[in-house]
C-alpha cells in the first residue's frame, strides 16, 4: 500500500512517526530509519522523510550539526533512492542554513543518477526562492563550469526565484546567452519564458533582454515569452495579446 492509499488521517499519523523515528535515529547516533524511509520505494515516503529532516532541524537546535553528518555520509550510498532522499533533505535544511550543506549540493551536482542531479535542481528552486543570496552566489560559481550539463542544471535551479524576482536571476542568465550547447541555450529560453508571465515580471525582463548582445537568442525569448502568455493563460497576468503589443512596444529584436 502506498502512501496516497492510505487515508487521510493514517497518511498525518505516517508523517509524525517517519518525524519521530528519525529524531530517535539521530538521538542514538544510528540510521536505521534513514535507511529505511530515504530508500523507500514509493517517493512520497521519501518526500515525507525528507520534509521531516527539514521540520527537526528547525525545531531541534541541538541536534542540527548531526542531522548534517548523517546526511554526509547518506549522499555516498550505494543506494541512488536514498542519495536523492539525502538531497533533497539537504534542500530543506540550505532554505534556512546554506552554508552548512552547500557541499551536500556540490557533490550531488555531480552525481551519475539523474534522479540524483535533479533532486539538486529542485533544492536549488526551493532554496534560492527563500534564501536567495549565498544560493545565488553558488550557483554562479557553476554558470561558466565546462560540463554543459552542470551550466543547463544551474540555470534551471534558479528558475523558481525569477518567477517573483526576475531581477535576481537575470544577471546570471545573460551569461549563458552566448553558450555554445544547444541543450544549455534551449533551457536558458524556457527559464525566460518561465519568468515573464507574473505580475510585474514582463516589464523587467524585457529590459534587461533589450542590453543582450545575441539577438538571435533574444528574438527566441520573445517567441518563448508569447507562448507561455497562451500555454499559462489561468496563470498569466496578461493576455497573449497583451504580451505581444508589450513586446511590440519595446521591441526586443529588430523585426
Request: glycine share 4%; aromatic share 10%.
Amino acid at each position: 500500500m502506498t502512501f496516497y492509499d492510505l487515508p487521510k488521517h493514517e497518511r498525518e499519523k505516517l508523517s509524525q512517526n517517519i518525524q519521530i523515528a528519525l529524531l530517535r535515529d539521530v538521538k542514538y547516533n544510528q540510521n536505521i530509519h534513514f535507511l529505511k524511509y530515504f530508500s523507500d520505494e514509493d517517493t512520497y515516503i521519501r518526500k515525507c522523510a525528507y520534509l521531516a529532516v527539514g521540520k527537526l532541524y528547525k525545531l531541534e537546535n541541538s541536534i542540527q550539526n548531526q542531522l548534517v553528518f548523517i546526511l554526509t555520509n547518506l549522499v555516498s550510498n550505494p543506494n541512488f533512492h536514498i542519495r536523492q532522499t539525502a538531497i533533497n533533505a539537504a534542500g530543506e535544511i540550505g532554505i534556512l542554513n546554506f552554508t552548512c550543506i552547500q557541499n551536500l549540493m556540490d557533490i550531488g551536482l555531480f552525481d551519475p543518477h539523474h534522479t540524483v542531479r535533479n533532486a539538486v535542481i529542485g533544492s536549488i528552486k526551493k532554496m534560492g526562492e527563500k534564501n536567495p543570496v549565498p544560493v545565488l552566489a553558488w550557483a554562479k560559481l557553476y554558470l561558466n563550469h565546462p560540463d554543459q550539463e552542470i551550466r543547463r542544471e544551474i540555470c534551471h535551479g534558479i528558475e523558481l526565484r525569477g518567477r517573483k524576482y526576475p531581477q535576481d536571476i537575470l544577471p546570471l542568465l545573460k551569461t549563458l546567452q552566448f553558450d555554445e550547447t544547444k541543450r544549455v541555450r534551449e533551457t536558458l529560453v524556457h527559464v525566460i519564458g518561465q519568468i515573464a508571465y507574473k505580475k510585474g515580471c514582463l516589464p523587467v525582463v524585457t529590459d534587461e533582454l533589450n542590453t543582450w548582445e545575441n539577438k538571435l537568442l533574444v528574438k527566441q525569448a520573445k517567441l518563448e515569452i508569447i507562448d507561455v502568455h497562451e500555454r499559462y493563460k489561468n496563470f498569466a497576468h496578461l493576455s497573449q495579446q497583451q504580451a505581444i503589443d508589450y513586446l511590440k512596444q519595446y521591441a526586443l529584436d529588430e523585426d
